[in-house]
């Protein structure tokens, strides 16, 4: 069964309305912190028998197995994991069931998605820094939303 988690996670963010047409494109990055790909103008993210496929509006796939896949990004980041100054200094760390989410700007919201596209988790804490519980098993992606940017974890539980 084939699930559209980036028409679920851009619905929930409302990065389709932004005026920047950098929002369609996507990073991949390794669980290393380095560059895997990038798809330019993206249609629809699938998540299917454990690969993560990005389609764009026209052009050639790209597939990526999950088990590879650290972290997938609106915006490009460096080799240390930061893009843009306005991204700088957003983290997500899981520690046993608690995950603890940093920015230098304010996080708007946090939204956790199993690999089947479920929202499993929600939190919108109006703060620079964040924990919440999670309590499903597994990979799970952590969108964090703040101050007009968006980052994306694949986290392990």
């Known amino acids: 069964m084939k699930h559209n ?32 790909g990038r798809t330019d103008n993206v249609k629809q993210i699938v998540f299917d028998n454990g690969k993560i496929t990005i389609v764009p509006h026209s052009g050639e796939k790209a597939d990526y197995s999950l088990a590879d896949v650290g972290c997938v990004s609106f915006k490009y980041l460096d080799l240390n ?43 919108a804490p109006s703060a620079c820094r964040a924990t919440m519980k999670i309590d499903t098993r597994g990979v799970s992606f952590v969108v964090v939303n703040g101050d007009g940017v968006s980052r994306t974890f694949k986290i392990a539980r």
């Open 5 to 36: 988690i980036l028409a679920l996670t851009l619905a929930g963010l409302g990065l389709m309305a932004s005026v920047s047409a950098s929002a369609k494109d996507v990073y991949v990055y390794s669980t290393t912190g380095n560059e895997m």
């Open 81 to 123: 994991g930061i893009s843009a100054p306005e991204a700088a200094g957003i983290t997500a760390a899981l520690n046993g069931g608690t995950l603890s989410v940093t920015s230098d700007s304010v996080i708007s919201e946090i939204r956790v998605y199993n690999t089947a596209g479920s929202l499993t988790g929600y939190c």
